[in-house]
């Protein structure tokens, strides 16, 4: 899990992680942002490169 990837969790929540602490991350979400235990990320989508455009990634599981 790396800052600029693309995730959802387990709640539903869908976003863009800005900040990467030991244990949380801040989301950005489509309003406002999140901060979310990793352990409650349940899927990465995809990362948003310099050029703008996304790119899809095979889905990652979080381990509880």
Same mark, same amino acid.
């Given at each position: 899990?790396?800052?600029?990837?693309?995730?959802?969790?387990?709640?539903?929540?869908?976003?863009?992680?800005?900040?990467?602490?030991?244990?949380?991350? /801040?989301?950005?979400?489509?309003?406002?942002?999140?901060?979310?235990?990793?352990?409650?990320?349940?899927? /990465?989508?995809?990362?948003?490169?310099?050029?703008?455009?996304?790119?899809?990634?095979?889905? /990652?599981?979080?381990? /509880?």
């Amino acid at each position: 899990i790396k800052k600029g990837e693309k995730v959802q969790t387990a709640g539903g929540l869908i976003g863009t992680i800005m900040e990467v602490g030991e244990t949380d991350v /801040v989301l950005r979400l489509e309003e406002g942002r999140a901060r979310v235990l990793k352990s409650s990320i349940a899927l /990465v989508t995809g990362a948003k490169p310099a050029n703008g455009t996304v790119e899809a990634k095979p889905d /990652v599981k979080a381990t /509880v």
